[in-house]
């Protein structure tokens, strides 16, 4: 991953993603990832010093960068999950172990992994590898 992120600021891009349709602000960045509001500023300000998310009148959202990291690291996600689950490992937990190491994955590799198992365009979820 371009950077480095940490798995609480991952966990932020994906909440942030997933409430895309309200007006997300800082209390509920800390509601959504059940941290403390202080923990929650400090994250939020990491992420906008990264160029991640941005901040207008309290309300925050991705950014076009952010767009792009969070796509990575779902493609990721949903590649590795591929790959567990058609080696026997349940989706519960595949899903569960990749979520620790999605964000930090090189996006050449996953490529190169995608490549190798055919180029699937669904996880097993039958969500889009490539959101
Ligand atoms: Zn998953």
Same mark, same amino acid.
Request: a neutral charge.
């Given at each position: ?35 403390? !509001? ?8 990491? &992420?906008?010093?990264?160029?991640? *998310? /941005? %901040?207008?009148?309290?309300? @925050? ?32 937990? !595949? ?8 964000? &930090?994955?090189?996006?050449?590799? *996953? /490529? %190169?992994?995608?490549?190798? @198992? ?14």
């Amino acid at each position: 991953m371009e950077g480095n992120i940490t798995k609480k600021e991952r966990d932020c891009i994906i909440a942030l993603h997933d409430h895309i349709s309200l007006p997300v602000r800082l209390f509920n960045i800390a509601e959504m990832l059940n941290i403390k !509001a202080p923990t929650a500023h400090e994250l939020v300000n990491r &992420l906008i010093s990264k160029g991640v *998310i /941005e %901040k207008n009148n309290g309300v @925050i959202s991705l950014t076009e960068y952010g767009n792009k990291v969070y796509g990575d690291i779902i493609t990721a996600h949903r590649t590795m999950e591929i790959i567990f689950t058609k080696s026997g490992v349940n989706s519960d937990e !595949a899903c569960s172990e990749i979520g620790k190491i999605d964000y &930090l994955m090189d996006e050449k590799s *996953i /490529e %190169k992994l995608l490549l190798n @198992i055919g180029n699937p365009e669904k996880c097993p979820h039958g969500k889009p590898v490539k959101p």
